[in-house]
């Protein structure tokens, strides 16, 4: 039954091996499906590559079967997983702030970092940026702390939000998934560039 | 066009290979991937290290200083570590490992500098107003269904759509 760490006494220091083996697997997996280019990344959003939403959707609903299928067959004690905790106000600011960082910085923290692995430099100036963001929220926290706590609805799900189950929530997101991977297959065959797609 | 199509892993492939690594962490310690929460650690850590006063003085870092751990012995930590290892391991494998800095031909290196400076700066900025960033918040927020994973996630595309056109020169 998992999760193994929490209902098992592992130690701190197995723990942190674990930590370490997972993000090892991320970074492979990420650098794989080229993440560590920035300009590649940048193509989700201008129509030449779309790799991000191929990889992001196909994660999201490879884990999300798992858990569903784990939980159904009782290999999983669901109380125990993490549910994002919903601030709304913050969620969506904070999105939107993220946005912007993404389209004119080209990366996002995860795929810094595994770009900075294989000796990307502008992955290199976007961890310090980062970095630098990081402190300043923190300095002028008492600015933000208000809209930070604001409009707690605890964690939240989906499925319960809008009253199906999580059943058919997974088939919903798996079918808005297919939609956008054939619009956007079509999208890079019209928006197609030879010039970019040869040099990433 | 042959070679750039090979270069890769098959998209789909390596969602599933990202799938299964993010279940996995789910299965063995009951939450999902992480990126921002390590960087916050780094701030954290140094803050706590020029200035352990000022560090539990301050409404946001004081939270993340607990005792005598250092807040770089984290979860978080370790697991960005791994990133950094496991990305240069399939740099290496697939001999992508060169210095290179990525954009336009339509801007220069300065420029892309500083846009990767303010890019990053916001994303680091709205990552800890947001509780997370595309994998924390966005991704394993979508694994588990919950409804923070999918606003935040339509909202940093959402913006990134938008305001692609008016930074078109930097990328196309």
């Given at each position: 039954?998992?999760?193994?760490?929490?209902?098992?006494?592992?130690s701190e220091e197995i723990n942190l091996l674990i930590a370490f083996l997972i993000g090892l697997g991320f970074g492979f997996a990420l650098e794989q499906a080229g993440f560590s280019s920035s300009r590649k990344l940048a193509g989700m959003f201008y129509g030449y590559d779309i790799t991000v939403l191929k990889v992001f959707f196909t994660a999201a609903i490879t884990a999300m079967l798992g858990l569903l299928f784990m939980n159904y067959l009782g290999m999983i004690d669901m109380s125990i997983v993490y549910v994002n905790d919903y601030f709304m106000s913050s969620a969506i600011i904070g999105g939107i702030i993220m946005g912007a960082g993404f389209i004119i910085g080209g990366f996002c923290?995860?795929?810094s970092v595994c770009a900075a692995a294989i000796g990307k430099i502008d992955a290199m100036y976007f961890i310090g940026g980062s970095l630098i963001g990081i402190l300043l929220f923190g300095q002028t926290y008492p600015l933000w702390e208000k809209l930070h706590n604001a409009q707690h609805l605890g964690s939240l799900k989906l499925s319960d939000s809008?009253?199906?189950?999580?059943?058919?929530?997974?088939?919903?997101?798996?079918?808005?998934?297919?939609?956008?991977?054939?619009?956007?297959?079509m999208a890079e065959r019209r928006f197609k560039r030879e010039d970019i797609n040869n040099e990433i | 066009m042959e070679k750039t199509a090979n270069k890769y892993m098959n998209p789909y492939l390596a969602g599933l290979m990202l799938g299964v690594v993010l279940l996995a962490s789910f299965y063995l310690t009951g939450r999902g991937l992480g990126a921002s929460g390590a960087m916050r650690s780094v701030v954290v850590s140094s803050v706590n290290t020029v200035s352990h006063d000022y560090a539990e003085t301050s409404n946001y870092f004081s939270k993340y200083i607990s005792g005598e751990k250092s807040p770089m012995k984290s979860w978080l930590v370790l697991e960005v570590l791994g990133v950094l290892v496991g990305g240069f391991i399939s740099g290496a494998f697939s001999g992508r490992l060169n210095f290179k800095l990525e954009?336009?031909?339509?801007?220069?290196?300065?420029?892309?500098?500083?846009l990767a400076i303010i890019g990053g700066a916001l994303f680091g900025f709205g990552s800890q107003l947001g509780r997370g960033c595309t994998s924390g918040a966005a991704l394993t927020g979508m694994a588990t269904l919950s409804l923070a994973g999918y606003v935040t996630m339509m909202a940093i595309f959402g913006t990134a759509f938008a305001l692609a056109y008016f930074?078109?020169?930097n990328w196309i």
């Open positions: 039954m998992g999760p193994i760490i929490p209902l098992f006494e592992i923290p995860g795929t809008i009253g199906v189950s999580d059943g058919i929530l997974g088939l919903l997101v798996i079918a808005a998934a297919v939609v956008m991977f054939w619009v956007g297959e | 954009k336009s031909p339509k801007i220069t290196s300065k420029k892309r500098i500083y930074f078109r020169k």
